[in-house]
């Protein structure tokens, strides 16, 4: 499977853990970007990455959340002390590293925070 | 602000029938728009793009098509079957491509 992956599926934590989710792009492209979608919406951008540089964050990724991309390839993003309003799907796409190309969806991380 | 929105939340038809669904945006700069399809549990799937230099585009039983005047997107699904079931959303690409703006989505339900 050359597509995004996304790991783990599901992770359900309890309020005020931390948790951390994985992502492997598609092997050729050079941007990753997360996203997180919640019951009944569209997902909302939260980060973007072009090889190991952040470039982009949104105001939706508070100083709880961080997002690593270390060598251009796979990414990582944490999420401290969770609270029950991070309970969504957080979804990660990639790209080729030109405007306008289309971005391909791993099937997503369900978190659960109880 | 820029958004990107869906007219109907909701469409339901028959199988064999052609569907049409529709996106209205906002930001007359947005010069790149995607259609996904997802299913329920899944991430969403890529199914056509439009640059703003086209009015139109053809895929395998899908065509997209842009009117910049009034600032809207419609997916058409041709010969719609059981599998096509799933909410469709559009979605906008920003000038720097940095970022998509989704809209709420269309939930497409096939009757057989």
């Known amino acids: 499977d050359t597509g995004v992956s996304q790991d783990p599926r599901h992770k359900i934590t309890k309020r005020g853990q931390n948790v951390t989710f994985r992502c492997d792009p598609i092997?050729?492209?050079?941007?990753l970007y997360w996203y997180r979608q919640t019951l009944g919406q569209g997902p909302e951008f939260l980060t973007y990455f072009q090889n190991e540089a952040q470039l982009e964050k949104s105001r939706l990724l508070s100083d709880r959340f961080s997002a690593e991309r270390p060598k251009g390839s796979f990414s990582t993003l944490e999420i401290q002390r969770t609270e029950q309003g991070d309970s969504a799907m957080y979804l990660c796409?990639?790209?080729?590293?030109?405007?306008?190309?289309?971005?391909?969806f791993g099937q997503g991380t369900r978190l659960t925070v109880v | 602000g820029e958004s990107v929105g869906l007219h109907l939340p909701t469409l339901s038809v028959q199988e064999g029938d052609n569907s049409i669904i529709n996106c209205a945006y906002s930001?007359?700069?947005?010069?790149?728009f995607i259609w996904y399809k997802q299913e329920s549990g899944k991430g969403p799937q890529f199914i056509i793009d439009?640059?703003?230099?086209?009015d139109k585009r053809q895929g395998q039983r899908v065509t997209v098509l842009l009117n910049k005047t009034v600032k809207h997107l419609s997916l058409q699904i041709a010969a719609t079957q059981p599998g096509d079931s799933a909410v469709y959303f559009c979605?906008?690409?920003?000038?720097?491509?940095?970022?998509?703006?989704f809209g709420e989505g269309t939930q497409l339900t096939v009757n057989p």
């Open positions: 439009i640059r703003s230099n086209m």
């Open positions: 796409a990639s790209s080729l590293g030109t405007e306008n190309t289309e971005a391909f």
């Open positions: 979605a906008e690409n920003s000038a720097s491509g940095s970022r998509l703006t």
């Open positions: 092997s050729e492209h050079n941007r």
């Open positions: 930001n007359s700069a947005s010069d790149y």
